[in-house]
Each structure stands twice: as C-alpha cells, then as structure tokens.
Nanobody
C-alpha cells in the first residue's frame, strides 16, 4: 500500500495558477504510475493527468492539455500538478491516485487515493 496526501489547493481568479503536490509514503513510490483526477459537484470523477513510473511519459485530458503539467520527483516521493490559465470550469476537488506500473485514465484502475484538495477558480 501507498499513502497519499495532497496539498496546494485554494481559491484563485480565472487566468491564475496553482501548483498541487501529492506526497506519498509506504511502498516503493517509483514503481507507481501517478494520476490526478478531479470531481466537480454533481459530476463524476474525471481523469486530468497521469505520469509513468519512470516519469518519461505523461498523459492529459483534452480539457487540460496545454494548461496543466504533471511531474514527479521520485527521490522525494512526490508528484506535482502545475495548473496554469485556470478557468472556472476547473473548479473541483482534485485527487491524487496511484497504480502499479502501466498508466490508465480509468479511475477504477487506481487502487490508492488521497483525501483530495479543493480548487476553486472565480470568474
């Protein structure tokens, strides 16, 4: 098992930036694909971004491509989500998730989840 704790959420104006962090502890962090998902009120949890266990491959939802950047620091067991040019529709609770090895955009494929951090973008 790996334990995940997100931080960095908050309130920001449209066009602004936030950087989310997810600190992992427990099992070997470097073997896990890390993903960021988000869930807005009344909507299903949706994929935002993922990064391979080696950090050499990244994947993004079309809605965030070109604005969000996922990265990881394996020695620090931390994954980041840099969010730029934020829009009101980015408002959601953002969750960090982990799964061994291969990446996926399906939430059900991830076995470990953080508690979430709220991101609110005002217009």
């Amino acid at each position: 098992q790996v334990q995940l704790v997100e931080s960095g959420g908050g309130l920001v104006q449209a066009g602004g930036s936030l950087r989310l962090s997810c600190a992992a502890s427990g099992r070997t962090f470097s073997i896990y694909t890390m993903g960021w998902f988000r869930q807005a009120p009344g909507k299903e949890r949706e994929f935002a971004a993922a990064i391979s266990w080696r950090g050499d491959s990244t994947h993004y939802a079309d809605s965030v491509k070109g604005r969000f950047t996922i990265s990881r620091d394996n020695p620090r067991s931390t994954v980041y989500l840099q969010m730029d040019s934020l829009k009101p529709e980015d408002t959601a609770v953002y969750y960090c998730a982990a799964k061994p090895f291969t990446w996926s955009r399906m939430a059900n494929d991830y076995r470990n989840w953080g508690q979430g951090t709220q991101v609110t973008v005002s217009s």
